[in-house]
């Protein structure tokens, strides 16, 4: 009988040990994962008031002690939005990819490849940009992100100079008519390049009047006249010679000066009249931007 009772003693004493070493193990992951929680809290902190350089070092802190991987998703994305916030636009694309890998929805997968999109529209690489839509475009995960696509295809012409296209993939979007336009009226604001060298060839100045550049204009026109008389009369009093070489060295200089700078004045107030409105996009519109 003291046999039986020594081994059932030993039983009910094992159990309890395995009952306090479960107790415990519990309490050191509850622990342990309060810690994580609490790490993730202070770099969000950091991240909200826009130290991002040391929100990315408490990022990394967290990545380290989470042995579970509980944070990866949400860690990687956070640096990237940081690298993002700090303009090292190719360290934030590798972070959103590596948050792509590592999310486990579709809403935080497809929020990871969008932020890489708008990563390469703000490096201006818009090819790059262009490309991962067009992928997008044919990937099944994307079929309920079209109006994103095409939305963020808007921004990538944009970006690259070309409003038509910008002004086409915007109107698709319901979001996106305000930018529509907004652009539609700046194609209509601007000069047509055109226009200005073919009124130049006709009438020298006439490029120059027509893009406000008065000045220029009338000494174009005024040095045009000159020279131009100067070769007639020299033509018409049998100074061949005189004739030629002031027509050839003055007048035709002149006279394609003043188409190129026609062209010249159209372009840099197409370039004023863009940059006028991506400045006011970038202070006043309310919408999503890159």
């Known amino acids: 009988m003291l046999n039986q009772d020594n081994y059932e003693n030993t039983g009910h004493l094992g159990l309890l040990i395995q009952i306090i070493l479960i107790i415990i193990i519990f309490n050191i992951n509850a622990y342990s994962q309060a810690v994580l929680k609490n790490q993730l809290t202070f770099a969000d902190s950091l991240f909200t008031t826009e130290n991002f350089f040391d929100a990315i070092t408490e990022y990394k802190r967290l990545q380290f002690f989470d042995k ?69 475009e044919n ?18 012409f944009m970006f690259s100079g070309d409003f038509e296209r910008a002004e086409y993939y915007f109107s ?54 000159l020279w131009g008389y100067l070769t007639l009369n ?15 060295l003055l007048w035709l200089r002149f006279y394609r000066g003043n188409i190129q700078n026609a062209e010249r004045f159209a372009r840099i107030k197409n370039r004023e009249i863009t940059n006028k409105l991506l400045i006011q996009i970038q202070n006043n519109y309310k919408g999503l931007k890159p």
Request: with cysteine.
């Open 68 to 136: 579970n991987k509980k944070y990866d998703f949400i860690t990687n994305y956070k640096i990237a939005k940081c690298y993002k916030a700090g303009a090292k636009f190719e360290d934030a694309i590798k972070y959103f990819s590596i948050s792509a890998l590592k999310s486990k929805n579709d809403t935080d997968f497809l929020n990871s490849k969008f932020q890489i999109v708008r990563c390469n529209i703000l490096r201006k690489t818009n090819s790059n940009a262009l490309s991962l839509l067009s992928k997008f």
């Open 139 to 156: 990937d099944v995960r994307f079929n309920n992100s079209i109006g994103k696509i095409n939305y963020w295809r808007g921004w990538a």
């Open 172 to 225: 698709k979007v319901s979001f996106g008519k305000e930018l529509a336009q907004k652009l539609h009226q700046v194609e209509k604001d601007k000069y047509s390049v055109n226009f200005a060298k073919a009124i130049s060839y006709i009438l020298p100045g006439a490029g120059q009047f027509y893009t406000g550049h008065y000045i220029s204009g009338l000494l174009s026109l005024g040095w045009n006249v």
């Open 234 to 248: 020299a033509f018409g009093q049998n100074r061949i010679f005189d004739g030629l070489a002031v027509g050839s």
